[in-house]
């Protein structure tokens, strides 16, 4: 057991800062727990706005993920205001599919506490496999959980912003996948998404340079779907997207040439799919109820002889399926927005200008 806040540990430093955590956020009491139950083994991850550890809370494992303060009191307001989103967002989120919140705490520091995943980051387990790739149908049924998650979020109206490996966790037997990390995810609102964002690797054509008249990048739900298309490339392959590329080189290939990572090796019966999350226009990708479809019916495909490829199937605009009670879609996507996502600009500088504000 180790004490991080402790004179000496790793985060001593900001136990002795905690003038930087206003005392005025505002976190519903029913989401706070006592820090005494806590207790800290081992530091599992770290980034640039927070370290994971390995824990305990009231004697069951967990994983602690302790929010790093920003580096100037100038920015503490959006640092906490962004804490706020994600433990908000987060515990509102109930699905098996989704990495179980179990509360947070504002002392010593900010912190989030969630179910402890054994089986480690789903970018963990396809590095260790490569260069073989996952069995057909186990790949299929991670693609089909994160997409009932996604279904799930997006009908209640959340963005998630950030979905990538590194961001989907896998079960003790890895014989399950979750979302975790709420941390960019945002409720939607049309036509005024602000501008960060994800991992470039995973991130959609249009939040990189697609700008309205105040400077505020727009884009909807879509983004997510093309960060699946990724993700699915890579349970495909079991590589990266573009890797051995310089990210800025990338990037920019991604938005002006719209490049896309090699179907050669994809099964030829999901490539229908990938090419479809993936598409430069958002109106043209499929929504997640769609997308889980098309993988209960490829899995059914694999186990049953003789039977027909799975095709996507269009399910209709949201005000529609929702009548019907297929697809809880929200308010906000049957009314969404015209024009929110435009065509990617061709301008060098304009889209370098973006790629600095992204990251």
Same mark, same amino acid.
């Given at each position: 057991?180790?004490?991080?806040?402790?004179?000496?540990?790793?985060?001593?430093?900001?136990?002795?800062?905690?003038?930087?955590?206003?005392?005025?956020?505002?976190?519903?009491?029913?989401?706070?727990?006592?820090?005494?139950?806590?207790?800290?083994?081992?530091?599992?991850? /770290?980034?640039?706005?927070?370290?994971?550890?390995?824990?305990?809370?009231?004697?069951?494992?967990?994983?602690?993920?302790?929010?790093?303060?920003?580096?100037?009191?100038?920015?503490?307001?959006?640092?906490?205001?962004?804490?706020?989103?994600?433990?908000?967002?987060?515990?509102?989120?109930?699905?098996?599919?989704?990495?179980?919140?179990?509360?947070?705490?504002?002392?010593?520091?900010?912190?989030?506490?969630?179910?402890?995943?054994?089986?480690?980051?789903?970018?963990?387990?396809?590095?260790?496999?490569?260069?073989?790739?996952?069995?057909?149908?186990?790949? /299929?049924?991670?693609?089909?959980?994160?997409?009932?998650?996604?279904?799930?979020?997006?009908?209640?109206?959340?963005?998630?912003?950030?979905?990538?490996?590194?961001?989907? #966790?896998?079960?003790?037997?890895?014989?399950?996948?979750?979302?975790?990390?709420?941390? #960019?995810?945002?409720?939607?609102?049309?036509?005024?998404?602000?501008?960060?964002?994800?991992?470039?690797?995973?991130?959609?054509?249009?939040?990189?340079?697609?700008?309205?008249?105040?400077?505020?990048?727009?884009?909807?739900?879509k983004v997510d779907v093309y960060s699946f298309s990724m993700v699915l490339w890579e349970l495909l392959t079991s590589k990266i997207p573009y890797k051995g590329r310089n990210s800025m080189i990338a990037a920019y290939a991604v938005v002006t040439q719209n490049m896309r990572p090699s179907t050669d090796d994809i099964p030829k019966e999901m490539v229908p799919l990938l090419v479809s999350c993936w598409a430069e226009d958002p109106a043209d990708r499929p929504e997640f109820i769609e997308i889980k479809y098309f993988l209960e019916n490829f899995i059914h495909y694999l186990c049953t002889p003789d039977m027909s490829p799975p095709r996507m199937i269009k399910?209709?605009?949201?005000?529609?399926?929702?009548?019907?009670?297929?697809?809880?879609?929200?308010?906000?996507?049957?009314?969404?927005?015209?024009?929110?996502?435009?065509?990617?600009?061709?301008?060098?500088?304009?889209?370098?200008?973006?790629?600095?504000?992204?990251?």
């Amino acid at each position: 057991m180790v004490d991080p806040f402790a004179p000496g540990g790793d985060l001593f430093s900001l136990a002795e800062s905690r003038y930087q955590v206003d005392c005025g956020i505002q976190i519903d009491k029913k989401l706070l727990i006592d820090p005494k139950h806590l207790t800290f083994e081992t530091r599992i991850a /770290a980034g640039v706005y927070s370290v994971v550890y390995k824990g305990m809370y009231k004697s069951k494992p967990a994983a602690i993920k302790i929010v790093l303060p920003v580096d100037s009191p100038a920015r503490t307001t959006t640092w906490q205001e962004r804490f706020v989103r994600e433990v908000t967002l987060h515990s509102k989120a109930r699905h098996e599919n989704i990495v179980k919140f179990i509360g947070t705490s504002l002392e010593p520091t900010l912190m989030i506490i969630t179910e402890f995943m054994r089986g480690g980051t789903l970018q963990k387990y396809l590095m260790n496999m490569y260069p073989n790739c996952l069995d057909l149908e186990l790949a /299929a049924r991670f693609a089909l959980e994160i997409s009932r998650a996604m279904t799930y979020l997006h009908a209640k109206g959340i963005i998630h912003r950030d979905l990538k490996p590194q961001n989907l #966790l896998l079960s003790e037997d890895q014989n399950m996948v979750k979302i975790t990390d709420f941390g #960019l995810a945002r409720e939607e609102i049309i036509g005024d998404m602000s501008t960060e964002a994800g991992t470039y690797r995973w991130m959609a054509p249009e939040m990189f340079n697609v700008f309205g008249e105040s400077n505020t990048k727009r884009y909807d739900h879509k983004v997510d779907v093309y960060s699946f298309s990724m993700v699915l490339w890579e349970l495909l392959t079991s590589k990266i997207p573009y890797k051995g590329r310089n990210s800025m080189i990338a990037a920019y290939a991604v938005v002006t040439q719209n490049m896309r990572p090699s179907t050669d090796d994809i099964p030829k019966e999901m490539v229908p799919l990938l090419v479809s999350c993936w598409a430069e226009d958002p109106a043209d990708r499929p929504e997640f109820i769609e997308i889980k479809y098309f993988l209960e019916n490829f899995i059914h495909y694999l186990c049953t002889p003789d039977m027909s490829p799975p095709r996507m199937i269009k399910i209709g605009h949201a005000n529609e399926v929702s009548a019907t009670g297929e697809c809880p879609c929200t308010s906000h996507l049957k009314q969404k927005a015209k024009g929110v996502c435009a065509k990617p600009s061709s301008a060098a500088s304009r889209f370098f200008r973006c790629f600095r504000s992204c990251f």
